[in-house]
């Protein structure tokens, strides 16, 4: 019997429409532009519908993806935004982020024989289709849930994916969700670090938004372990998840490392994006303009530093990284699009020290070229010196993008928490509680710098602990 198998796996992938690379490296608009409904079809209609679809266990969350590619090829598109939605709070923010190629699509059984169904593309057109029909409803508050009932409330301390997924889940059950946060705008990393050409603040508004509609309250410039303390909102509420990531900056730990013009990922990101250098005049935030950068490490955060730096101006952007190009924890994707837009790499490189001129401005990075060697802990060959073959590179702003740690604000002002050798909070990997009953964490402030994905399991995990416990 003739099955429909490789007829589908034959059937190339969907492309997904960009911007051009010489338009899109000069603003900060989009790069991907998202399917129309007619690519849509045409990309649902690839997906076998199998028995046993193996995409959902690829998937931190467990999104009935078979199901929901199922209503796009029936052309029910609410009906397919309301089962991500049953697992998924975030999928605008998903679609778009998500390192797919290694979760779901990674098990995608096309991809065996061909290119995996494009699950991340569909996830972002069923939301962004939802959240275009429903602007008006959004807008006039006509989809508000009835307001929590019981009495019963609790807090959420940080307001990134982990927080949100966690109030989301408590505010649906009825709940009144308080959520704290140090910043003055809520969506953690959403916002202050993934640039807007990846992921459009209007969408993490609009998400955000939908929270407040639900009766979730954002109570913004508050800072746990300093204008509020864990154990008094413990006290006060009937449980408190605490979901403030790990944005401590790494540096090199290399001479020059103080001089002006040089910058953590971290920062210059968040000065660009919460701060909205990008809308200048609009918005006049100094944001450290460079002509010559360059950008240290080669993961994710490494790429979006680079990328961002082209579009305020940079005449050349130079990421410099101590392995190959094989090593590097950046989604390939981001890579390649860096490098279209014109980013340049320079492999097997590391910083020994900056040079600055006589007003302590960074001026140039001297650096020496690495081989590598037998694999390190990590797995990845280690990176050796070559002696004598330091070079000195011209360079007026450089990034250092080497990872995060956590935060020791709400740490050391809250020793009732119990944390791990690396410093980050244990909970109970079940329940997400930690040693403190009644409080919850999650997010990368347990695990260390993870993923959105990963963080939203985790607070969900949490919410769901939590309503069990307050309502039975
Ligand atoms: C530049 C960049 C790009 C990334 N790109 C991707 C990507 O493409 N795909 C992906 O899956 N992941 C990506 N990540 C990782 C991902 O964003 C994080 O893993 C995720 O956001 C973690 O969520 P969270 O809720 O634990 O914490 P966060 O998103 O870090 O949010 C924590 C929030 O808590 C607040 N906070 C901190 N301390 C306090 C305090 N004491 N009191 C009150 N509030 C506090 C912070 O201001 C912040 O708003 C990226 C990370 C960065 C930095």
Known sequence: METNKPKKAAVPRTPMPCQPPEERRHNFKEVALGYTREMAMTEAGRCMQCKKPLCVSGCPVEVPIRDFIREIQAGNLDAAYRIIKTTNSLPAVCGRVCPQERQCESKCILGKKGEAVAIGRLERFVADSYIASTACEQVTGTNACAMPAGGRK???????????????????????????????????????????????????????????????????NHVGGRTVDVAELAREYDAVFIGVGAGLPIFLGVPGENLVGVLSANEYLTRVNLGRAYDFPNYDTPAAPG????????????????????????????????????????????????????????????????????????????????????????????????????????????????????????????????????????????????????????????????TVILAMGAGRRAGQTMVKRILG
């Open 154 to 220: 609790v807090a959420c301390i940080g307001s990134g994916p982990s927080s949100l997924t966690c109030a989301g889940v408590c505010a649906t059950a009825g709940i009144k969700v308080d959520v704290f946060e140090a910043l003055h705008e809520p969506g953690g990393v959403l916002i202050y670090g993934i640039p807007a050409f990846r992921l459009p603040k209007g969408v993490v508004a609009t998400e955000v938004n939908g929270l407040r509609q639900t009766g979730v309250d954002f109570h913004l």
């Open 291 to 450: 002509k010559r950068v360059t950008v240290f490490g080669a993961g994710n955060v490494a790429m979006d530093a680079a990328r961002t730096a082209l579009r305020m101006g940079a005449d050349e952007v130079h990421v410099v990284y101590r392995r190959t190009r094989a090593e590097m924890p950046a989604r390939v994707e981001e890579v390649e699009h860096a490098e279209e837009e014109g980013v340049q790499f320079d492999i097997l490189s590391a910083p020994l020290h900056f040079n600055g001129d006589e007003n302590l401005r960074l001026k140039s990075v001297t650096l020496q070229k690495m081989q590598l060697g037998e694999p390190d802990a990590s797995g990845r060959r280690r990176p050796l010196p070559i002696p004598g073959s330091e070079y000195e590179m011209a360079t007026d702003l450089a990034i250092v993008a080497l990872g995060t740690r956590s935060n020791p604000i709400l740490l050391q002002a809250t020793p009732e928490l119990k944390l791990n050798k690396r410093g980050y909070i244990e909970i109970n990997e079940e329940t997400g509680e930690t040693s403190m009953p009644g409080v919850f964490a999650g997010g990368d402030i347990v695990t260390g710098s993870a």
